[in-house]
Structures are given as structure tokens and as C-alpha cells.
């Protein structure tokens, strides 16, 4: 639907929102990562600092100029071009008066925006537009399902359409009078604020399509289930596709197929015997995401997770660190699976609000299914590759223990970083406690600082001269019981002097090992990001961190080891980072 005065269109949302805002609150309704905050800005009271007192914006992870952005919604490719839409205030710089904002690119670097795509203007979505997903048709045509909030606050699901075929941008955006295709009633006793999110469609061996919407019952998530043979007339299963109990609220869930037999991405409907299926779901109550692989059978629609499958806090994750609500789609183009991720802040909401902004979008990553069949790998598109320049190399360097190394000649604040280390021996590694389940609480526990016997080596990254601030990305290595255990950590616990920023530690135990095969570390640096990939992209891990020294040209990156052994540094490349066109 065409808009037909921005200036109206903006009061008439903020009176709608506030209005939804207010009924929440007295509800005591917050949803997910839904915050709500009475007294939201505008923008005309919004003054956002110049980008001299900006040192923590991004050169080249997606981000608009200003206000609050979360959930990638939609991604895909049509006639060329990238399509990436997302969860955005356009009155500031927190949650509310949530729009889908729309930006297209060539390449998944540069990026071009256009006016909001989505926003509420018809009863299935006055008081919201949530979250969704992008199908594309056998014609070849896009369609958006998304979440709607209607008058009784109920969550349903609505599409909208493309206006102009021929326009390679889809500027215009028409939804359905049929909305909602997908509503809470009493028969199909379906939660009604626990209700969104609806996926990419598939189509079944039965020629009909199938989305899966996050809910809950009570403690329980689901995948709830609907099939529809026109895209438009949707009626639901009599079981969920999935369900775990003790799970809460199913967010975001994604469901897409990997192949079996090598890197190649699938289409969203492809089947067959050299076939796994992965289900994501973003968990309401920890603000983490898990997902597991396993078996879809298409005739019973059933998905079962592969023997010994985690649904919960120990289970697999894209990323460890802050990442959430994510997203892949299908790149026909190059035939493979791209996903997309929101980092969300680690700054408090009045820093947030006197930057102006909140919210980055990860760098997109291609990703694929392990030779071993057990996880997925992740590793950041070759088009970001692009932006690199002033390679400086090292090779074969010996890293003494208790030492750094600076890794001087380009922008430490703005960079790629790849490096591998090697150990000789492993008789020095500490004995690895069986009671050492969680990673998160072992990095926390034993931070840069600690020494041990193999580790912690690696680097620190935005990093002051004295050491005043750092962000660490490093590896342990423990003696199991019949093999080695590879931790990984990102050690916030000094990234910034300011202490109102979280600082949590992440961390995740690697299926590496490191007597046959070198530790490998990427690293890409922009200023407040360190998105790193361990393990040739095994296990993941983002940080958002706000120093105060190590900015700009304050920032150094240094290799590091302080364990009781030495370590080789195999080969480090590094290179600085031209700026991307972000918006």
C-alpha cells in the first residue's frame, strides 16, 4: 500500500503505537525482545551526535544512520538483488513503532534504503508488524508473511505482495484484504499473544505449502504447523511440525534443509535421501537460540532430531555471543544458504538513546552442514572479502608463553583478521574436569588473565596501548578423559572502562583436535563488533563492546599467549577494512 504523506502516516502510527504501548503496560504484557518504553522519542526531539562523537558505529556491519533496528526479517534475492527488511523504529532509538524497513544490495556489502516496506495500516496489524519471512513462488514471484497485531491484541499472520513485478527493488509493498490468513480462535486453542514469527514456506511432495509459527502451551514450545495450497487459504495441522517441553515461547524459528554431501545450499523445498533438515528457534526466556538436525519426514510432517539432539541450555547455537532472532534464505544465485543474525546492545537504554541508535545486523554468513553430520559450519560471505586492504602477514612466529605480539600496519579498530596456532606438545594440558558443562561459565571463570597449562592464546583485539582495555578471543586446551577439550572464549570482562556496559564472557567447547589439526581463529573487528569464527568456522562468537581508550586510532591488536607453554603462530594475515555504503 502506497504511502500517501509520510508526515501523517508517522503521527497517525505514533498515536497508534503509543496507544498499544499503553495497553501493554497495563496488561503487563512485554514480549520477547519487545521492550517497551511509555514516553518514546520522535524525531524531531531526537538530536543524534555527529559521526566525530561516534566512534562506535560500524564501517561495514549492516546498520541505518539512526534510531532502534532487530529482528533481519525477509532476506532473499530477486532478479540480482539482495533484499534484506528488518525490525525498525523510525522515531527512535528504542523498541516501538516497529515498521519493516527495506534495504537492497548487489552484493550483501553495500547497501541501498528505501522507505518501509510493511507497516500498519489495516486492522490484522494496526497496533503492529512483527516479524516474518520472504517465499518465493514457483512463478518466481515474492510474497511476505509476517506477524500483525490486531485491535484485541491478538497475534496473526498476514501476507503482503509486491506491486510491481518489474521493479527489481519491490519498493511497494500490497497486502491482502484476506488478512489475517492465520488467527487464534477457540476451536484451535492456539495462545494468542504467543503466536508469530511465520517462516519461509515449503512445498510437500502433495504440492501443497507448509509454514511453521512460533507458540507455546503453557511451559511448552511448538512449531505450530499450517498448509494451504494457494498460499492464501491456510488451515492448521492437528499436531505441531515439532515440540519441546520445558522450552517456553519458540521465537523466530527457521526451518530449511542441508545437504548431506557437501557446501552446497538448498532450496527451501528440496527433499531426498541426501537431506537433513535443521529447526532454529530463538527461546523467549533466555534470549538464546538453539537448533538441532534431524530427519523431516514430508508425508507424516514430522520432524524428528537427530539420537542425543540438545533442545536447550547445552544445546548447538549459530553463536555464542550476541547474536538473535536470525534468519537464512536461499541464495539461488549462487546456491547457497545465507544466514542473517541481530547483535543486539550491550549498552544501557540512556547511552543508547544519547547515541541516537541501537541495534547491527551481523555480516551474513554462508553455512552448511559438517562432513560429520553433527553441526553446522559458518563462515562469513566471500563478498566482505572485498572491503580488505593493507594485508600484513606473519608467519611461523614462536609465542612464548607469558608474552603478546603486536600485529602493527593496519587499522586495528576496522579489520579482518585470520590467524592458526599451533602446539607441540600436549603433555601440559590441565585436566579437564567432567564437571565443566557449560563453556559460557568456564570462560568466565578463567578470563585472559588466568594462566593455565596450553592457553589461553590468542588475540586482543581493540585493545588499548597499556592494556587498559581489551577484548580477548582465545583458546584452551584440557586433557579429557580419552581425548582433548578445545575451549573457546571471547573475555569481555575488560573491554571497557565504563562499567554500566554489559560485559558478560561467552564461550563454546570446540570438536577439534588439536593433536592432528591447527587452531584456527577469524576474526572481523568494526569498532564495537569482534565476530569471531573458531574451529574454521565451527564455533562462533560476537561481541558488542564500547571501549573509551581503544578506539579509532587508540585501538592495537595483539597476539597473546599466557599459558605455561609455548605456542606457534602457523600464519596470521590480517588487513584493514575499507568502509561499506551502509544505508
Not at 32 to 37: D, L, N, P, T
Not at 74 to 86: S, T
Not at 430 to 459: M, S, Y
Not at 497 to 510: A, E, I, W
Amino acid at each position: 500500500m502506497a504511502i500517501s504523506s509520510s508526515s501523517s502516516w508517522s503521527a497517525s502510527l505514533l498515536l497508534c503505537c503509543l496507544c498499544f504501548f499503553s495497553s501493554l503496560i497495563r496488561h503487563g504484557t512485554v514480549e520477547a525482545s519487545h521492550q517497551v518504553f511509555l514516553h518514546l522519542q520522535n524525531s524531531e526531539s531526537l538530536t543524534v551526535n555527529s559521526s566525530a562523537d561516534q566512534p562506535f558505529r560500524t564501517a561495514y556491519h549492516f546498520q541505518p544512520p539512526k534510531h532502534w533496528i532487530n529482528d533481519p526479517n525477509g532476506p532473499m534475492i530477486y532478479k540480482g538483488l539482495y533484499h534484506l527488511f528488518y525490525q525498525y523504529n523510525p522515531k527512535g532509538a528504542v523498541w516501538g513503532n516497529i515498521v519493516w524497513a527495506h534495504s537492497t544490495s548487489k552484493d550483501l556489502v553495500n547497501w541501498t534504503p528505501h522507505k518501509p516496506a510493511i507497516y500498519p495500516s489495516q486492522p490484522a496489524d494496526i497496533k503492529g508488524c512483527w516479524s516474518g519471512s520472504a517465499t518465493i513462488l514457483p512463478d518466481g514471484k515474492p510474497v511476505i508473511l509476517y506477524t500483525g497485531i490486531n485491535p484485541e491484541e491478538q497475534q496473526v499472520q498476514n501476507i503482503a505482495f509486491p506491486k510491481d513485478l518489474s521493479d527489481p527493488y519491490l519498493v511497494e509493498w500490497v497486502k491482502s484484504p484476506k488478512n489475517p490468513l492465520m488467527a487464534p480462535t477457540a476451536s484451535n486453542k492456539i495462545n494468542a499473544s504467543s503466536f508469530r514469527d511465520p517462516t519461509t514456506g515449503w512445498l510437500g511432495p502433495d504440492g501443497m505449502w507448509r509454514v511453521i509459527i512460533g507458540s507455546k502451551r503453557r511451559r511448552k514450545g511448538m512449531a505450530i504447523l499450517y498448509r494451504s495450497k494457494d498460499f492464501i487459504h491456510w488451515e492448521k495441522a492437528k499436531r505441531p511440525l515439532h515440540s519441546a517441553k520445558k522450552t517456553g515461547m519458540w521465537e523466530c524459528p527457521d526451518f530449511f534443509p542441508v545437504s548431506t554431501s557437501g557446501h552446497v545450499g538448498l532450496d527451501t523445498s528440496a527433499s531426498g535421501p541426501h537431506v537433513k533438515h535443521v529447526l532454529k528457534v530463538s527461546l523467549d526466556d533466555t534470549k538464546k537460540e538453539y537448533y538441532t538436525i534431524g530427519t523431516y519426514n514430508p508425508t507424516k510432517d514430522v520432524y524428528v532430531p537427530t539420537k542425543g539432539s540438545i533442545e536447550f541450555d547445552s544445546g548447538l547455537r549459530y553463536d555464542y555471543g550476541k547474536f538473535y532472532a536470525s534468519k537464512t534464505f536461499f541464495d539461488s544465485d549462487k546456491k547457497r544458504r545465507v544466514l542473517w543474525g541481530w547483535i543486539n546492545e550491550s549498552s544501557t537504554r540512556d547511552n543508547d538513546i544519547k547515541k541516537g541508535w541501537a541495534g547491527v545486523q551481523a555480516i551474513p554468513r554462508t553455512i552448511w552442514l559438517h562432513k560429520s553430520g553433527k553441526q553446522l559450519v559458518q563462515w562469513p560471505v566471500t563478498e566482505i572479502e572485498k572491503l580488505r586492504t593493507g594485508q600484513v602477514d606473519m608467519c611461523n612466529k614462536l609465542l612464548k608463553k607469558g608474552t603478546k605480539l603486536e600485529v602493527s600496519g593496519l587499522t586495528a579498530s576496522q579489520a579482518d583478521v585470520e590467524v592458526s596456532f599451533e602446539v607441540g606438545k600436549l603433555d601440559k594440558a590441565e585436566k579437564f574436569d567432567p564437571g565443566w558443562t557449560n563453556a559460557q561459565d568456564l570462560c568466565t571463570e578463567k578470563v585472559a588473565t588466568v594462566k593455565g597449562g596450553i592457553g589461553p592464546f590468542g588475540l586482543k583485539t581493540l585493545a588499548s596501548e597499556g592494556l587498559e582495555e581489551y577484548t580477548a578471543i582465545f583458546f584452551r586446551i584440557f586433557k579429557g578423559k580419552d581425548k582433548f577439550v578445545v575451549l573457546m572464549c571471547s573475555d569481555q570482562s575488560r573491554s571497557s572502562l565504563d562499567n554500566s556496559n554489559d560485559k558478560t564472557n561467552y564461550g563454546v567447547f570446540l570438536d577439534v583436535d588439536p593433536a592432528k589439526e591447527k587452531l584456527s581463529l577469524r576474526t572481523l573487528i568494526d569498532h564495537s563488533i569482534v565476530e569471531s569464527f573458531g574451529g574454521e568456522g565451527k564455533g562462533c562468537i560476537t561481541a558488542r563492546v564500547y571501549p573509551k581508550l581503544a578506539t579509532r586510532d587508540g585501538a592495537h591488536l595483539y597476539a597473546f599467549n599466557n599459558g605455561c607453554q609455548d605456542v606457534h603462530i602457523s600464519n596470521l594475515t590480517a588487513w584493514s577494512m575499507k568502509k561499506a555504503q551502509l544505508n
